[in-house]
């Protein structure tokens, strides 16, 4: 486990979503990121992020007047409590990012994992 106060987590997150392509980026559609201490109490107490949202790929073209933002959640604990190393937290987070940014564009976890995002 690796301490990191929820300021610095939360600075390691803007550095994560800064290493994003700008290209990437801006094909984001309607995307608010957020982090959290601990997943929901319905989620399993490991998981790292999620995408809660509509892809891409499913979305119509009545899609967007009125909807909130999709959210990417990244959970402070579950990260601290499997890294070893600051090196490896930044690293995980970073994956993390990505992982769920995928989510937003459709690919599903068993690709991702296939992509080595996993």
């Not at 987070?93 to 992982?99: L, R």
């Amino acid at each position: 486990m690796i301490a990191m106060s929820p300021e610095e987590f939360e600075l390691a997150v803007g550095d994560a979503l800064d290493s994003v392509p700008a290209e990437l980026m801006d094909l984001l559609d309607n995307v608010a990121f957020f982090v959290e201490d601990e997943p929901p109490a319905d989620q399993p107490d490991d998981l790292l992020g999620i995408y809660d949202g509509m892809a891409l790929t499913e979305r119509n073209s009545g899609w967007g007047t009125f909807n909130l933002p999709d959210r990417i959640v990244l959970f402070r604990g579950p990260l601290t409590r499997m890294c070893d190393s600051r090196e490896e937290l930044l690293d995980e987070i970073e994956i993390t990012v990505v992982h769920e940014i995928a989510h937003h564009f459709g690919i599903d976890d068993a690709h991702l994992h296939d992509l080595g995002w996993g």
